[in-house]
């Protein structure tokens, strides 16, 4: 089974400041990929990142980056000088992957609220 | 290039009644998923199409079904609605089943059951 956790359930800061948002994954699979997606009160969830679970390399685009730990089984998400626009619902998601090569359903967590106060 | 778009955006239905919801994939893009995702809650998987047939279903009753078109189109069919019914629905499309492909999601289907 695969299982997702974000626990932190809502985050507020102030503009400018950085934030990390967690997320902590389990699955039996050996081979499994890692999305965050990001969702505006529109409700289309925006993608931000895929990483495979064979690629621990940590990645940096603009102010956003991800620290992928398979010790920890954790693929956290940080925004440097938060900005007001970011202020959205992102998700972490998890899709393990059959013998046959085909991806199982994207599983996701319950999201974290992030609230970036001017 | 079009992405993932859904229709309608909004609809509001009787208890017990049908509701069929629409989807076109991105460009290029042959496998389309469809979520349910209810107030404050993560998306939940329905089902999956690939090359016109459910290839992975999640724990939903019968009363949801869908197909794939030849043109990778797809429906979301639900069946005697329930209160509970009511949610986001998304669709995502890819290409192909493989985990290795990025997962697009439209701006989902509000449904409201009362």
């Known amino acids: 089974a695969q299982k997702v956790t974000q626990a932190q359930t809502e985050i507020s800061v102030v503009e400018k400041e950085d934030v990390t948002l967690d997320c902590v994954y389990e699955?039996?699979?050996?081979?499994?990929?890692l999305f965050w997606y990001k969702q505006p009160p529109s409700g289309e969830l925006v993608f931000l990142i895929r990483?495979?679970?064979?690629?621990?390399q940590n990645e940096i685009s603009g102010r956003y980056s991800w620290n992928f730990q398979k010790s920890t089984s954790s693929f956290n998400f940080t925004i440097t000088a938060s900005q007001v626009v970011d202020s959205a619902v992102y998700f972490c998601a998890l899709s393990g992957q059959f013998s046959s090569g085909s991806a199982r359903q994207l599983t996701f967590g319950s999201g974290t609220q992030l609230t970036v106060l001017p | 290039d079009a992405g993932v778009t859904q229709s309608p955006t909004h609809l509001i239905k009787t208890r017990g009644q049908q509701v069929t919801l629409r989807c076109s994939p991105k460009s290029g893009h042959d496998t389309v998923s469809w979520y349910q995702q209810a107030l404050g809650q993560g998306p939940q998987f329905i089902f999956q199409?690939?090359?016109?047939?459910?290839?992975q279903r999640g724990n939903f009753p019968d009363r949801f079904s869908g197909h794939q078109f030849p043109n990778y189109s797809s429906e979301l069919n639900v069946n005697a609605l329930l209160l509970g019914d009511s949610a986001l629905y998304l669709c995502?499309?890819?290409?192909?089943?493989?985990?290795?492909?990025?997962?697009?999601f439209g701006e989902g289907s509000w449904l409201t059951v009362v």
């Open positions: 995502a499309s890819s290409w192909g089943p493989q985990g290795r492909n990025t997962i697009y």
């Open positions: 199409y690939y090359e016109e047939e459910e290839r």
């Open positions: 990483r495979n679970s064979f690629d621990e």
């Open positions: 699955t039996r699979d050996t081979t499994y990929y």
